[in-house]
Structures are given as C-alpha cells and as structure tokens.
C-alpha cells in the first residue's frame, strides 16, 4: 500500500517572524508621532508700527516700542498667526522706504521636528523684525499717515483663505502732509466728518481691509482727558474702518 504523502507545518523562524513585525511597528510609531504635532497655523497677518512723534516713551507719548513689545507675541500667538508681514506709519507710509521681510511663524517641518522650539525661534525673529520696521518709521520722514499704513499692510494680505488679522500700535493721531484729524474742526460734526471721509476716500482710495479684523494698541490716547474730542475721533474712524471699508475692530489688545 503507498505511503501516503503528510506535510508537516511550516515552521518561520522566530527571527523572521519579529523582522515582519517590525515594519508594522514603525509605521504605528510614525503615526503616533505624526498625530502629536501640533497644528497648522494658517492665519495670515499683519504689524503696523507707528514712528511718529506721539509714539516716543513721554508723558504726552503712548510709547509705541512698549505697547509693541507687550503686545506683540500675544497676538501673533493668541490669533494663530502662520506669518506676519509688516508696515510703517510715516508721513507718507504707501511710499516710505521702510521695508523688511515676512516671517513665517510656522516653519517646514518633519515628523522628528521640535514644532514648537521652532515657533518660539520664529517668535523671536519677528519681534526683533518689528523693532526693526519700527526704528526705521521713526528716521524716515517721522509722521502719521495711519490711512496708507493700514492700506499699506492691507496689500500684503492674501485674498484667499482665512481672513487677515492686523495689529495697529498707533494712536491714530492722522497727520500727514494733505490732512489732520481734527484741523480747523474737519471732524466737528456729522456733515465735516463726513466730506472729509469723502474727500480722502476720493484722493487715496479706501484701505482694502473688508473683513479683516483690526486690534488697536494705542488708539486715542491723546483723548484720554478730552472727551467731547474723543467721541468726534472715535467717530471717524469708526465711520472709515467699519461702516465704509467693512473691517471688524476688536479692542482685546488695546
């Protein structure tokens, strides 16, 4: 009678088998590590630096340099803000010569990356950088043309994704070489506030901020004891910046 044919059971070796393990392994390992990265920061945003006069750390000044200091890193970080570009406030701003370079706040990165050292590294970088634009608005025709630096940074925005955020350390003080807030009572009533709102919407164009959010740092300071000129300064710019070119203002920084 034939033998019959058996088959014995196929034996791996232990090593073998802990090698096809291993592969399995180190791709749960890379998704672990992958899914502990914290997320992506894509808010696009913008610093305004006032140089003028009114900005200098004396009694009458708001001291832009410490308001930036103090302010600046909390918004950058609080808002989420994935880079930052930047703007002066001159007597001229859309044409003033000061110019430095966008940071990115949310560096390439791989799986290993230390994200949040390399967030704190960018955090540095962009304070020292708005002291930089800052020092430079101050030497370069020393003024306060707040509508072109707020038109200024409201170019370098994206006009897609998420909507822009804007710190403006200012007073808000406008004075240029064409127009002052306040000068011979353009501001007094509704109707000079308004032709001169007309006026400047008609010769410079409306800052392209609609639905950008706006957080002040020193706005009116200089009305602080002067209330019948704070509620005509206040109204101003609440007719410029909300009601015509349709920005939202928020007052957690100021």
Not at 231 to 240: I, P
Request: glycine fraction near 8%; hydrophobic fraction near 35%.
């Amino acid at each position: 009678m034939p033998q019959q044919a058996t088959f014995a059971p196929s034996r791996r070796p232990r090593a073998a088998a802990l090698l096809a393990v291993i592969p399995s392994a180190a791709l749960l390992l890379g998704a672990v590590s992958c899914s502990n990265q914290p997320d992506e920061l894509t808010t696009p945003c913008g610093v305004v630096v006032d140089g003028s006069g009114s900005g200098a750390a004396t009694k009458d000044g708001f001291d832009a340099k410490k308001k930036l200091e103090e302010t600046l890193v909390p918004f950058l970080k609080e808002q989420k803000c994935g880079t930052v570009e930047f703007a002066p406030i001159t007597a001229t701003s859309l044409s003033s010569s000061c110019k430095v370079d966008p940071v990115d706040l949310d560096p390439p990165h791989g799986a290993t990356t230390d994200v949040e050292a390399e967030r704190t590294k960018a955090l540095r970088i962009a304070a020292k950088t708005s002291l930089d634009e800052l020092n430079c608005a101050r030497d370069d025709r020393p003024g306060s043309d707040v509508w072109g630096g707020i038109d200024r940074i409201a170019e370098k925005m994206p006009t897609d994704g998420p909507a822009a955020k804007l710190l403006v350390v200012s007073d808000f003080e406008q004075a240029d070489p064409e127009f002052s807030i306040g000068r011979d009572g353009n501001i007094a009533t509704p109707a000079k506030r308004k032709s001169s709102i007309d006026r400047l919407v008609r010769d410079r164009g409306l800052p392209g901020i609609r639905d950008m959010e706006i957080f002040p740092v020193g706005y009116g300071m200089k009305y602080a004891n002067k209330p019948s000129r704070q509620k005509q300064f206040e109204a101003f710019w609440t007719e410029v910046l909300q009601e015509r070119a349709k920005a939202h203002v928020d007052t957690e920084y100021q």
